[in-house]
């Protein structure tokens, strides 16, 4: 396979200024990364940054596409994976991959949806098909439809509710986890920890996904 | 029951201040949320805002902690009420009030985690053990527990990884339906509301306690 040609000029300034942005929002947070930070970061002047890009909105919503971890196209090969494997070992995959990715999508995710402007930016640019946040859910829906249809699993479930009930699981603990990150100080911190399980992922991982594949009604 | 009495002097002009705050960060969001707006909407001046609050973090933090419906607060008196009714039917209806909470808490919280100095400010204020992010699903866990205890789920399951499976779901859906809110001219915005079910949250709610309560496993 041939490598891709190395970044020069123009698209070499872009991406170091994209590079930057991304640095910067996850370590000091979006409302405190100013276009004059992005610039120092990326060792640039902020004339050479606008002659990149038009504003500080337009750079949120290009980190945003182009430097996370590509979560929705994983998600898309799931469905011709099924039959092989085990369902829980697939979808333990999806909860190890799905914590992180939204761990480091929170903050930028919580600054657009705080504005309407900047959520309308994105959403226009975003091809809603391949990307929009409803798709790794919908990926998995499409994979437990295959695996119902294998006889994998109970043909009485809805694969919808199901792949919502993981996905969401998943973005829940990126928000707590994020919310009690650095709270060492924190009074009852012991406990919350506890409660969270901060620290432990993989464990969270094992029992959200024995918790959606074992008979829950009794009898 | 003897009514509050009303409020008067400061604590109308306070009460006042939130509630216009409040009503901003829902409609134009937090970002175009300034206190010049919050003045003009609260009908006083900006030096009497600032007489009473410190600064737009301190406001949002209160708007945060004293102007959302009280979600915790209900799901504490959940663990009382092991027994009666049936588990799905306590079930929906958490599944019902978190969907709204969250819709409203949503910009807010976004806006939060997306500040490193806006968190340590709301973290600091809160009391964790009534009111941190983590509580529904741990008085959930418990209430889950308790019907454990009573034989009316099986004893196989794990309470607290079954509480934040329901919980992230609803998270995640309010999250979902923000983002496509308003999605009219969207392109393909019928496939996705098809996917997300924006307009029928009684039928996600439905599915997804369904999904929680039913047996997965095949045979």
Same mark, same amino acid.
């Given at each position: 396979?041939?490598?891709?040609?190395?970044?020069?000029?123009?698209?070499?300034?872009?991406?170091?200024?994209?590079?930057?942005?991304?640095?910067?929002?996850?370590?000091?947070?979006?409302?405190?990364?100013?276009?004059?930070?992005?610039?120092?970061?990326?060792?640039?002047?902020?004339?050479?940054?606008?002659?990149?890009?038009?504003?500080?909105?337009?750079?949120?919503?290009?980190?945003?596409?182009?430097?996370?971890?590509?979560?929705?196209?994983?998600?898309?090969?799931?469905?011709?994976?099924?039959?092989?494997?085990?369902?829980?070992?697939?979808?333990?995959?999806?909860?190890?991959?799905?914590?992180?990715?939204?761990?480091?999508?929170?903050?930028? #995710? @919580?600054?657009?949806?705080? %504005? !309407?402007? $900047?959520?309308?930016?994105? *959403? +226009?640019?975003?091809? =809603?098909?391949? #990307? @929009?946040?409803?798709?790794? %859910? !919908?990926? $998995?829906?499409?994979?437990? *439809? +295959?695996?119902?249809? =294998?006889?994998?699993?109970?043909?009485?479930?809805?694969? !919808?509710? $199901?792949?919502?009930?993981?996905?969401?699981?998943?973005?829940?603990?990126?928000?707590?986890?994020?919310?009690?990150?650095?709270?060492?100080?924190?009074?009852?911190?012991?406990?919350?920890?506890?409660?969270?399980?901060?620290?432990?992922?993989?464990?969270?991982?094992?029992?959200?996904?024995?918790?959606?594949?074992?008979?829950?009604?009794?009898?």
């Amino acid at each position: 396979m041939a490598a891709n040609p190395p970044l020069t000029g123009g698209a070499l300034t872009q991406a170091r200024i994209l590079d930057a942005a991304a640095r910067l929002m996850s370590s000091i947070g979006i409302t405190r990364t100013t276009t004059k930070e992005i610039a120092r970061e990326a060792g640039c002047s902020e004339a050479t940054l606008y002659k990149h890009f038009r504003d500080k909105e337009e750079i949120f919503v290009r980190v945003l596409h182009e430097r996370l971890p590509p979560f929705a196209e994983m998600l898309a090969e799931l469905p011709a994976q099924a039959g092989s494997s085990t369902v829980a070992a697939h979808l333990t995959e999806v909860a190890r991959a799905a914590v992180p990715f939204y761990r480091r999508a929170f903050p930028m #995710a @919580g600054a657009v949806a705080a %504005s !309407a402007d $900047l959520l309308a930016a994105h *959403r +226009a640019k975003l091809d =809603l098909a391949v #990307a @929009g946040p409803h798709m790794p %859910s !919908a990926h $998995l829906a499409e994979y437990l *439809r +295959a695996e119902q249809a =294998l006889g994998r699993i109970s043909a009485a479930v809805d694969p !919808a509710a $199901l792949a919502m009930l993981l996905i969401g699981a998943c973005f829940h603990r990126a928000f707590l986890t994020l919310f009690f990150d650095g709270g060492e100080e924190l009074a009852g911190a012991e406990q919350v920890r506890a409660a969270v399980r901060v620290e432990q992922d993989e464990q969270f991982v094992l029992a959200t996904v024995r918790a959606l594949l074992e008979p829950v009604a009794q009898g």
